[in-house]
């Protein structure tokens, strides 16, 4: 249950995808790939050198972590950031024919007109032996502005230019992909209430086509409208009042008493049956005109 919106981050992102294909062969559009399809940039930007290199893969959804993170801008931060390579794992400069400190990071090179965020609140315990499900809270806006997380938005942190040839050494005029509005606005949202093992999985859509905006909660055969705002939030997709609670390991995970190979280890709940939410979906808004 805990991978059953897996096959939708896992996506191939590219004309493999086999709906992508079908739609191709019939001669229709290709539905999936103009809406959800976007860009990323991968760099490596030599710190003792002027050279930059780049590489671009499609994707259909952003997969961003929960762990240590108060609020989705602060998990796209972390996405975004990089690492520094360095000493013996220090980036080989083609152009230069050595190797240089580098810094290797994943921005966004075009954003799609419908963006997919997907948090994995996922993983596995090896000292358990279980799934474990992420109970961190993690705070998101009504309005995402995604530029920051560009190659255009990097770019203008760094103040430098915006990415490299493919190959090797930046020059000319930058390539600016970005072209759709890099304002977001919150259009949908899938929560899951369980545990790591089972559960169930609901969403809120926005219908977009109404001048109100209104919000449907969809679960199951069940749709009927629902009044979003933030308290509503709080309850359907943050946990509500539920805050995580630390266990004992050596209790039993369904009866609470002591196992036997009783362990000292305190671990922190991640098995609760509360609702988190665990993808949204934000609607590029329109590009402001100039006048």
């Known amino acids: 249950m805990s991978s059953s919106l897996h096959w939708w981050t896992s996506w191939t992102s590219t004309s493999r995808c086999w709906v992508c294909l079908v739609f191709q062969k019939i001669g229709r559009e290709q539905i999936f790939k103009n809406t959800f399809q976007g860009i990323f940039s991968d760099q490596k930007i030599c710190k003792d050198c002027p050279h930059r290199y780049e590489r671009e893969e499609t994707f259909m959804a952003l997969n961003l972590g929960v762990t240590s993170c108060q609020s989705l801008e602060i998990s796209l931060d972390q996405f975004v950031r990089g690492e520094v390579l360095e000493g013996t794992n220090a980036y080989y400069c083609e152009k230069c024919k050595e190797k240089r400190t580098t810094?290797?990071?994943?921005?966004?090179?075009?954003?799609?007109?419908?963006?997919?965020i997907h948090l994995m609140r996922f993983g596995f315990d090896w000292e358990s032996g279980r799934s474990i499900k992420y109970d961190e809270q993690i705070r998101f806006p009504w309005v995402l502005n995604m530029e920051p997380y560009t190659v255009s938005g990097m770019a203008?942190?760094?103040?430098?230019?915006e990415g490299g040839d493919g190959r090797g050494e930046a020059g000319g005029s930058?390539?600016?992909k970005v072209t759709i509005s890099e304002n977001y606005e919150l259009v949908g949202v899938v929560v899951h209430s369980g545990q790591a093992?089972?559960?169930?999985?609901?969403?809120?859509?926005?219908d977009r086509r109404s001048a109100r905006g209104r919000w449907y909660k969809f679960n199951d055969n069940v749709v009927e409208e629902f009044d979003m705002n933030d308290e509503t939030?709080?309850?359907?997709?943050f946990g509500?009042?539920?805050?995580?609670?630390?266990?004992?390991?050596?209790?039993?995970?369904?009866?609470?008493?002591p196992s036997s190979g009783c362990q000292q280890n305190i671990l922190s709940s991640k098995s609760c049956d509360v609702p988190w939410v665990v993808s949204f979906f934000l609607c590029s808004l329109p590009v402001p005109s100039v006048h």
Request: proline share 5%; aromatic share 12%; charged share 30%.
């Open 174 to 176: 930058p390539r600016k």
């Open 240 to 257: 509500g009042e539920y805050r995580p609670k630390v266990y004992d390991q050596c209790k039993s995970y369904l009866t609470g008493r």
């Open 156 to 161: 203008r942190q760094d103040g430098g230019v």
């Open 197 to 206: 093992h089972a559960g169930h999985y609901y969403s809120f859509i926005k």
């Open 103 to 116: 810094v290797k990071r994943t921005c966004i090179k075009s954003l799609p007109s419908v963006l997919c």
């Open 233 to 237: 939030l709080e309850y359907e997709c």
